[in-house]
């Protein structure tokens, strides 16, 4: 199936009238065995998905964060991308629920941890200030857009030779959570612009967050692929898992500077990535991107 989008992007800025993608992956072609979905780093493919555990009921507590101040923003511009922003997260949301239900079958903890994700954000959602809903999105999506760019950056060690579906998805998923990766940073800046300590803090929160969640699915996700049956073996897991979150910690310093602004990060401009970028461009034609092997990402690079 093609690709299908609202609203074409050819701007040079990534984050410039970006698309909503209506897509469907086919996770239920998929078995329990392709959860460690990377040949070129199953540990990658572990880590992230341990990340990605808890990120579709984030998606949806950033969905109600937009719908709930959406009012409240006065540039028309800016209120288009935060709609934009939502009809993404919603895409990305249901594709990996999908996914999680299938981890569930590998991985006998998943179903808990999933609901008790579910729960926390569901709760989240119920009791949190605006002010705070704002600021935790923003803060939480400092590091989804830091990851992308992280990710599409090692694309080549990470996830070169992996399940043809899960590499799509992934590099789906991290390509849009650049493009729209200062449009909560921007509401924040519209409504509590003057509260910049707050900023800060729930961007640290955010990051807390993630590294909790992320470490206690990964150690879980581990030890059922069998790496901690030897301690060499083990400690490499480990290590792989805390050398990337501290390398997505080490990203975020910029994030604490007051003039701070996503658009202007390097990685999103001048050193755009060549997976996304060609990625895009194959999507905007209406190229299938719903299953990625190495011929046809091949083909896409050379678009
Ligand atoms: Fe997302
Ligand atoms: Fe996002």
Redesign the pocket.
Known sequence: MAAKSKTTQNSAHPMDNFPVRSLDFDIDGLTPEDCAWSQSSPYFSVFINALGLHVPYF?RY?IHTMNTVKHDVADDGLRRDMVA?AG??GH?ARNFIAFNALMAKRYPKVEKLDSANKAYFKRAAKIDSKKRKVAFTAGY?TF??LAGLIILKNYEKWMADSNPVMKALWVWHQV??VE??SVAHDVYRALYGKHEWYRKYMVLMAGLHIARETVKAYTHMARIEGWFKNPIKAASAMGFCFKTLAQMAWQTIPVFARDYNPRNHPLATNKQNPVAIAWRKHDAKGGNVLDIDRDAMAQIMQL
């Open positions: 998606e950033l922003l993404q997260e990305h999506e989804t857009f849009e959570e729209h990766g």
